[in-house]
């Protein structure tokens, strides 16, 4: 698997990044002890950072999510949201969702969560926009698709972030044809060749799960 960053570089990065929340730093333990090695899904606390202060920045008051997993990023956005804001995030997955309404019921900013188990394509059907920001991040396979809906549901000056644009390298190699891998690949050709964002592909592959996201904010309506 490729490093782009060495894990020193990766934690000194991480030392001179804003401390998380006590919380969110018991969730990333929660999620390590009781998800094993899929803990590495989780956006961390550099990645996680960057959602939270893009968030803030575009004073959203609408977020999407597509991935819960453990909650962790939800948090870490619902943080940046005024009192009546609001994010919905979805997921299929009720091990990892039942952490995350744990800890959502645990924080101050949970109650501006709502959390929606089942598969996102159908979640999404039903969901009105605009929202101000997305974060796709499930199973890569969809990622098109999602981001397709993503487009659907936002407005001019939204911004949606995709995580997981790298894959360790796969990517770039032939012999990367897993379905992730493939959604992956179609996914940042979509990106690519779509009038209405401006984006950029960014290359975070450390040795703590960062993999890489997208950023593409709308400049055109759907
Ligand atoms: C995987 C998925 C993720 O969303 C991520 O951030 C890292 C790894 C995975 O499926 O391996
Ligand atoms: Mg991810």
Redesign the pocket.
């Known amino acids: 698997m490729l490093t782009l960053v060495p894990e020193a570089v990766e934690e000194y990065a991480a030392r001179h990044t804003s401390p998380l929340d006590p919380l969110l730093e018991e969730l990333i333990a929660t999620t390590q002890r009781r998800m094993g090695h899929s803990a590495?899904?989780l956006?961390g606390q550099i990645e996680g950072t960057l959602l939270q202060l893009l968030v803030a920045s575009l004073r959203a008051r609408r977020v999407l999510e597509i991935?819960t997993f453990t909650g962790f990023s939800a948090l870490v956005m619902a943080a940046a949201l005024p009192d009546d804001g609001r994010l919905i995030t979805c997921d299929v997955d009720p091990t990892a969702t039942a952490i995350a309404r744990d800890f959502f019921a645990r924080s101050p900013h949970g109650r501006k969560i709502e959390l929606r188990l089942g598969p996102a394509l159908e979640t999404l059907k039903s969901l009105t926009g605009p929202f101000d920001f997305v974060f796709i991040?499930a199973d890569k396979p969809n990622n098109a698709a999602y981001f397709d809906w993503a487009l659907q549901l936002s407005r001019p000056g939204s911004i949606i972030v995709v995580?997981?644009v790298v894959r360790g390298g796969d990517v770039i190699d032939a012999d990367g044809d897993s379905p992730?891998v493939q959604g992956v690949r179609r996914f940042l050709e979509r990106l690519a060749a779509e009038p209405r964002v401006s984006a950029t592909a960014i290359q975070t592959v450390g040795s703590k799960?960062y993999?890489g996201f997208a950023i593409a904010l709308v400049t055109s309506p759907s």
């Open positions: 590495v899904m956006s991935g991040d995580d997981n992730t799960g993999d």
